[in-house]
C-alpha cells in the first residue's frame, strides 16, 4: 500500500499546486497575502502589515483598496509558502497585460507585480498588469465567453470584459413561484429569477456550485481549547482560574 507523499523544501512543487486544496509559493522576494492563508512555510519568511512603513514603495503601486487594508499582509523573506482555505479549491492563475475583477474573499495572494484596486462592484477586488495570482472556490473553475447570463452566486470574477449589468426574470417572476412569493413572502432570488449579464469580449469565471465560499472573518481564530488567546476547557464542572493576558497568551 503505497504511503502519503512526504514533503521537504527541496521536493515541493515551485509556484505550482501540492493538491487541489493546497498551493506553494516559492517566495523570493515578496507577495502579497490575505490573512489566514498561510498554513505552513519553510525558510526565513516575515509578515508585514499593509501600512508598515518600510514597504511604502511597493504599496504605493501594488495595493490600492484601503477598504481591504486590514485584511492583507506582505510576506518578505526566501522559501516556500503553502497557501489553503479551508479545503476549498485553490488555483493560480496568470495576468498578461489584463485585468481581472474576483470576489475579495476568493483571492488568497498575489505577486506584486499585479496591481490590486478596488472594484465599484461591492465585494470585489480588480487586479491589473502582468503576474500570478491564488485564488479559492467552491468546487473547480470553469472559464465561459460573453454574452451570458450567471447566478451571482456561481460567479468567481471575470476578466478583461466589462462589469455585469444585472437581469431579473420577470416571466419565471410572473409564474406560479412568483406568486407564493407575492402572497408569502418565503423565497430567495435564485439564479432562475437574478442573473449577472455579461456582453462584450473577454471571460467569466464560475465555480461549479451555486454555493458562496462561507463567510469568515480574517484572521479569525476557531474558540478551542489550547489555541492562545481563546477560552480556556472547563474541567469538573468548574473554570479554570483566570490568569489574565499571560495566560491568553500561553492558551490557559
Given amino acids: 500500500m503505497t504511503g502519503p507523499v512526504i514533503w521537504d523544501p527541496s521536493t515541493l512543487p515551485v509556484d505550482d499546486n501540492v493538491n487541489p486544496y493546497a498551493f506553494s509559493v516559492a517566495l523570493d522576494g515578496r507577495w502579497f497575502l490575505q490573512k489566514g492563508k498561510m498554513v ?25 483598496s484601503p477598504t481591504h487594508a486590514a485584511d492583507w499582509v ?71 465567453e460573453p454574452p451570458i447570463r450567471v447566478d451571482p452566486q456561481a460567479l468567481v470574477g471575470w476578466a478583461d470584459c466589462p462589469s455585469p449589468c444585472h437581469h431579473f426574470d420577470h416571466a419565471y417572476m410572473r409564474g406560479v413561484l412568483g406568486g407564493v412569493r407575492r402572497l408569502t413572502g418565503i423565497g430567495g432570488a435564485s439564479g432562475e429569477e437574478h442573473q449577472f449579464e455579461f456582453v462584450g469580449a473577454g471571460q467569466v469565471l464560475l465555480q461549479s456550485t451555486e454555493v458562496l465560499m462561507t463567510e469568515l472573518a480574517t484572521g479569525l481564530v476557531a474558540d478551542e481549547p489550547g489555541i492562545p488567546g481563546q477560552a480556556p476547557p472547563q474541567q469538573g464542572g468548574q473554570m479554570r482560574p483566570n490568569l489574565g493576558a499571560l495566560g491568553q497568551q500561553l492558551g490557559f
Avoid at 87 to 114: C, H, I, K, M, Q
Fill in 40 to 64: 505552513a512555510y519553510y525558510g526565513n519568511i516575515s509578515f508585514h502589515p499593509i501600512g508598515y512603513g518600510a514597504l511604502d514603495s511597493l504599496i504605493s503601486t501594488s495595493f490600492h
Fill in 74 to 144: 506582505v510576506a518578505e523573506g526566501r522559501g516556500h509558502m503553502i497557501l489553503a482555505d479551508r479545503s476549498y479549491d485553490v488555483n493560480s492563475y496568470d495576468l498578461e497585460n489584463g485585468n481581472l475583477t474576483v470576489r475579495s474573499g476568493n483571492l488568497l495572494a498575489y505577486a506584486p507585480t499585479l496591481a490590486l484596486k478596488q472594484s465599484i462592484i461591492p465585494g470585489f477586488l480588480t487586479l491589473i498588469g502582468s503576474g500570478k495570482f491564488v485564488a479559492a472556490s467552491n468546487g473547480p473553475v470553469h472559464f465561459v
